[in-house]
């Protein structure tokens, strides 16, 4: 069974502050994707990394994907009030034609003034 | 492109009653999938459609539930004699062969 573990599993934090989190597994996945739920509402995706290595950035929000596949980190820079929610990796399974996603343990972020 | 409809939004059930929620993909895509999800955790595979062909359950889903997809669009998950461990936000999301996932805002289950 592949698994996904995230740190924090919460984080509280003031307006313009920076944050971490991470996402780690034992296993290697063909991709990697982080979404953000909200109340009520199904998870949307933010970005998929594809690559080993692979940094891709949207506006205030990095994203990393480990060398070997197994880990990703998203960080994100002066956050707002609106970035409050659930952010979740998913790693992805493309075994058999599949794609199977296995969801991490989930990140619950409060951005405060 | 109107997104992932999910029907009920919330259903409320006393335990040992059955119910169905039904899931309406986007359009185009050929592969629906269901997932369930507790309050603060992800999402946690069900099941998964290409077409109308159910291509793989969870070993950790109980014989009380049933999907189906019969003409390869909309699907429907039933849940047999509930119990209140069945208690979750049911997810539905769809897409195309090798895309992202989009998912719906779920219908949230209260078994009593």
């Known amino acids: 069974t592949q698994l996904l573990e995230q740190s924090p599993q919460f984080l509280s934090i003031q307006e313009g502050e920076n944050l971490t989190v991470y996402c780690n597994s034992s296993s290697v996945f063909s991709s990697l994707q982080w979404y953000r739920q909200e109340p009520g509402e199904g998870p949307v995706l933010l970005v998929t990394v594809v690559t080993g290595g692979e940094v891709k950035k949207l506006k205030r929000l990095t994203f990393q994907f480990g060398d070997a596949r197994k880990d990703s980190s998203l960080h994100i820079t002066a956050a707002q009030t609106g970035d409050t929610g659930l952010y979740l990796c998913a790693g992805g399974d493309f075994t058999g034609g599949g794609n199977k996603l296995t969801f991490g343990t989930g990140t619950q972020l409060k951005v405060e003034l | 492109d109107t997104g992932v409809s999910q029907d009920p939004r919330h259903k409320i059930t006393k335990r040992g009653q059955n119910v169905t929620f039904r899931c309406d993909p986007i359009?185009?895509?050929?592969?629906l999938y269901w997932y369930r999800q507790t309050l603060g955790q992800g999402p946690e595979f069900l099941t998964y459609f290409q077409n109308e062909a159910q291509l793989e359950k969870s070993r950790l889903l109980s014989d009380r539930f049933s999907a189906e997809r019969p003409k390869g669009s909309f699907s429907t998950l039933e849940i047999q004699r509930t119990e209140q461990g069945d208690s979750a936000m049911y997810l539905c999301?769809?897409?195309?062969?090798?895309?992202?996932?989009?998912f719906g805002n779920g219908t949230r289950l209260t078994v009593t």
């Open positions: 359009s185009e895509h050929n592969r």
């Open positions: 999301a769809s897409s195309l062969m090798g895309s992202p996932l989009h």
